[in-house]
């Protein structure tokens, strides 16, 4: 089964930072966890598909009666900070798990809130009268579930055919994580970084002030602004992970390997530190090309 065509990117918090002591069933979930990524993926994607058939129309991860399921707790990916790359020695991420909860009921019930506030008339109530909803009805599950946030905010964010550019600010692209496998089907099939807590915030900062000051608040800039404020909702001895997820399937091999999204990234933004606009102009347009043909993938579905 294909994975859904999304990006992601998630933040994973030291152990200590979910409780004092954190819950019984999330430290027992952190000590057996051995979920991949793509496992992670793979595991969303079956129970949204479970709640698709439920009878009862549940959010996925979430009972028949609306009560969050037990994966709530459980559902962890867990990341050694050996594992995190460091550009400054002088920082230190502990020897404590670093945890990223999947938050899967949480998610849909943020998407489901986002649809019905952003969705065109016509299609909101389309998709109510098929379930047999009302909005009130809808809105108040959504917002029930989104009381079981570990924290102030979510630890995922995913996008649809593609990944938003400001996220590259964050990772240093010579640090990228590829592993091909036997080609675009095979299911380890993986594009990643990872920065720590500690480098990524300056990163993405220095980014908005150097977009902004070129192109004011438009676009960019709002990414960038949201995506630090994101940030800054987490521990400070967290790490970032940002994966390509599900669009490696629909990239051949040798355009996988030969990716530089993150560098024209950096290179865009070098040349907005040395005032280069032929710089800026053509590493722009080396995205557009690279990225032209999920986009229109896009409109195709």
């Known amino acids: 089964m294909l994975r859904p065509f999304a990006a992601y990117l998630r933040v994973y918090e030291p152990l200590s930072s979910f409780g004092d002591p954190p819950d019984d069933a999330l430290v027992a979930a952190v000590e057996r966890s051995e979920m991949t990524p793509n496992e992670a993926i793979e595991r969303e994607q079956w129970l949204w598909l479970k709640s698709q058939v439920s009878a009862a129309h549940s959010l996925p991860a979430e009972m028949p009666d609306g009560r969050a399921g037990p994966s709530l707790r459980t559902d962890v990916l867990v990341l050694d900070p050996g594992e995190v790359p460091l550009s400054d020695e002088s920082i230190d991420l502990g020897s404590e798990p670093l945890v990223c909860p999947l938050e899967i009921r949480v998610r849909s019930a943020a998407a489901l809130s986002s649809f ?108 960038l602004a949201e995506t630090n404020r994101w940030l800054n909702s987490f521990h400070p001895d967290s790490a970032v992970e940002l994966d390509y997820g599900g669009l490696v399937q629909l990239i051949e091999d040798p355009v996988l390997a030969t990716d530089t999204t993150a560098d024209e990234v950096h290179a865009i933004l070098d040349g907005l530190r040395r005032d280069s606009v032929e710089d800026v102009a053509e590493a722009f347009e080396n995205l557009r090309d690279y990225w032209g043909d999920l986009a229109s993938r896009e409109r195709f579905n």
């Open 116 to 223: 019905l506030d952003d969705a065109h008339p016509a299609l909101r109530a389309a998709v109510l009268d098929a379930g047999g909803f009302t909005p009130e009805a809808v809105k108040s599950r959504a917002n029930v579930a989104l009381r079981d946030l570990y924290g102030s905010t979510m630890h995922v964010l995913s996008t649809n055919w593609m990944v938003p550019l400001p996220w590259f600010t964050i990772v240093e692209p010579d640090e990228r994580r590829i592993v091909l496998g036997t080609g675009p089907s095979d299911p380890i099939r993986e594009v990643s970084w990872r920065a720590a807590m500690a480098e990524a915030r300056p990163r993405i900062a220095e980014a908005e002030e150097l977009v902004r000051d070129a192109l004011g608040d438009a676009g960019p800039t709002r990414v």
